[in-house]
């Protein structure tokens, strides 16, 4: 089990999380909701120590870090048992599909570079993108590279996967092709937070959904509880605002 603590984080006086409790068992992909502008990605940003939270404290695999000190060997540790995926992919522009894998193979985990090249190359396989190992970023499009973005992350062999909007900066008719991959991550059993937009999805993917708002977490349920039934009233104008049903239906 990971478990976050009292996470709070602010920016001047504007509160974007508010001692936030979470316990994410093994395998449960976590559906994460809400309005813009409500903490959502922050959340995955301390947890990766991306953002450092004014308090908060993680534990994971038996380490318990405070997330709200900034300690080289700590991020070390829990950039070592996750990975993240974000929104405009973040690939390095002057290295090749196959060099972005390997990086964070040989700089966080220490592997040596003929391991690593073979451990890239298979997660490359596995998101059907091997053939594009030596392309270098800007000759592939936005859905191929996020899903070197998501080989990267896996090839760390995360225990938890943070996925951050991972199909805001897509054309439209790219979504599909980065949601059947993360689809198909989540049926093998990978635990993980999503964030995202594609309610449809999230409803599909999710084994628990948590709604947001205000840096509080408001509604936590099943996604029949939280889409279907939900008990807080925020949730609840939220959904009558927005046509779930009008939106596309990713089920593969």
Request: aromatic letters at 6%; glycine letters at 6%; charged letters at 30%.
């Amino acid at each position: 089990m990971i478990e976050i603590e009292g996470l709070s984080k602010r920016y001047h006086d504007n509160i974007v999380l508010e001692d936030i409790e979470l316990k994410i068992q093994e395998g449960e992909v976590i559906g994460i909701i809400g309005p813009s502008g409500t903490g959502k990605s922050t959340l995955l940003r301390c947890i990766d120590q991306l953002e450092i939270p004014d308090k908060g404290i993680i534990s994971l695999d038996g380490i318990r870090v405070d997330l709200s000190k900034k300690n080289k060997k700590e991020i070390i540790k829990i950039r070592q048992n996750t990975g993240m995926v974000f929104q405009k992919f973040n690939l390095f522009e002057k290295k090749t599909a196959l060099e972005n894998v390997m990086e964070g193979l040989i700089v966080v985990k220490k592997m040596k570079k003929e391991e690593a090249r073979k451990l890239a190359l298979e997660e490359l396989e596995k998101v059907g993108m091997l053939s594009f190992a030596n392309h270098y970023p800007k000759h592939m499009s936005g859905g191929q590279q996020q899903r070197v973005a998501i080989a990267r992350a896996l090839a760390m062999k995360p225990r938890l996967l943070l996925l951050d909007e991972p199909t805001s900066a897509l054309d439209p008719e790219l979504v599909g092709e980065v949601l059947e991959v993360i689809k198909e991550i989540a049926a093998k059993g990978f635990t993980m937070l999503l964030v995202s937009h594609e309610m449809n999805f999230v409803k599909s993917v999710s084994n628990r959904v948590i709604f947001l708002d205000k840096g509080h977490i408001v509604e936590d349920g099943t996604p029949k509880e939280v889409f279907e039934h939900p008990k807080n009233q925020r949730t609840k104008d939220f959904f009558s605002k927005m046509s779930i049903l009008n939106q596309p239906e990713y089920v593969i």
